[in-house]
């Protein structure tokens, strides 16, 4: 029965625990434990906690584990975007940047004006943000779907705008010819909610690149985003789904050095499935890639909270962003970049203390 390994047991400060602490992720979470789960077909059978010095003995035999372990605890590549570096060893910011008339939170916000969206571009970036993520799509549910000529009409003038001034960008599409033209536009980063299952020519548009690609989990990546459950164990399903997809575009020529892996909050998941996701996502950084959440503004936070309605949904977001930080999420996906970034400088500066003793 395979093993999966959770990092937790996570501590303020490592100091004058040698020999008792790992880092996860080479990032600025430590950890002195491992839950150790036993699974099959994606259910857990069991789970113990094994002390940080104890974890090899107990994987010795399970030589799936034992390279989890080591990706668990290896250094993550910083991004090489253009002339920008995005260093991986903290948690970083990416802002949303819709083009779309139907997006769940802003959507209309910029629509048909490019020049206004690059400067709300800009001004995130100036705020803090690593990365802008640029999507010309809702992806929200029941939203209409938009021909790859309006889409990238939507996208290429406000990346080219933010290209000039400096900014890093990702394009979040699922469309192979929206992927070409914001890449030959200067984007950096793909960021695919689909996985590359929606369109059948991303894989080879992208094999021939040297881009970061992004993949999210979603239970029926190829038809509906939206539809998935019950799960056995939303945790393991998620995570054999992602290792099983990194396996996949492997072998059609993308590295997994190229990957960056998304759970997929609130994507065919209910409000317990999110909820499990993020108290166990350290797990993910057992596939080798960097981790990136996105639960910005989500339903389930305004079901947590009351039935609260987007627009009061900025100190769940806040929560939320903070917990991944604690578990090493490299990348955090969110509309407050400003809020978030705040947020990260207070949670690195209790960090920074601990390191010193």
């Known amino acids: 029965m395979p093993l999966y390994l959770r990092p937790t047991a996570f501590i303020d400060s490592p100091v004058g625990f040698d020999g008792r602490f790992m880092r996860l992720a080479g990032g600025l979470s430590f950890f002195s434990a491992f839950e150790v789960i036993e699974a099959e077909d994606g259910r857990r059978q069991s789970k113990r906690l094994v002390p940080v010095g104890e974890i090899e003995a107990v994987i010795a035999s399970d030589a799936g584990a034992q390279t989890a372990f080591a990706r668990l605890t290896a250094q993550r590549s910083a991004l090489q975007l253009g002339e920008r570096v995005v260093r991986l060893d903290q948690p970083q910011v990416m802002g949303i ?206 079901a947590l909270a009351g039935e609260i309605s987007v627009d009061q949904r900025l100190p769940g977001s806040l929560a939320l962003a903070l917990k991944a930080a604690e578990q090493g999420a490299q990348l955090i996906r969110v509309h407050d970049v400003a809020e978030t970034v705040q947020a990260l400088k207070i949670w690195r500066g209790m960090r920074d203390q601990g390191l010193s003793g």
């Not at 940047?97 to 690059?118: I, Q, R, V, Y």
């Not at 299952?197 to 985003?225: E, G, N």
């Open 97 to 302: 940047l819709n083009m779309t008339p139907d997006s769940f939170s802003d959507g209309g916000k910029h629509l048909d004006d490019a020049e206004a969206a690059g400067s709300a571009g800009v001004a995130m970036a100036a705020a803090g943000a690593a990365i802008i993520d640029v999507g010309g799509e809702s992806t929200r549910p029941g939203a209409a779907a938009v021909w790859e000529g309006d889409e990238i009409a939507r996208v290429q003038p406000v990346i080219e705008r933010l290209v000039r001034s400096g900014v890093a960008v990702s394009i979040d599409t699922r469309k192979a010819a929206v992927m070409q033209a914001a890449l030959d536009a200067g984007a950096g980063i793909v960021n695919d909610v689909s996985a590359l299952h929606h369109d059948a020519q991303a894989i080879p548009a992208l094999a021939s690149r040297t881009c970061p690609v992004i993949i999210m989990h979603s239970p029926d990546a190829a038809k509906s985003l939206h539809d998935g459950g019950p799960y056995g164990d939303v945790l393991i399903e998620t995570y054999d789904w992602l290792d099983a997809r990194i396996s996949e575009l492997e072998t059609a020529g993308i590295a997994r050095s190229r990957l960056i892996v998304d759970p997929g909050i609130g994507f065919g998941k209910g409000v317990a499935d999110n909820l499990a996701i993020l108290n166990g996502l350290a797990l993910y950084h057992g596939l080798g890639c960097p981790v990136l959440l996105g639960a910005s503004r989500k339903r389930f936070i305004g």
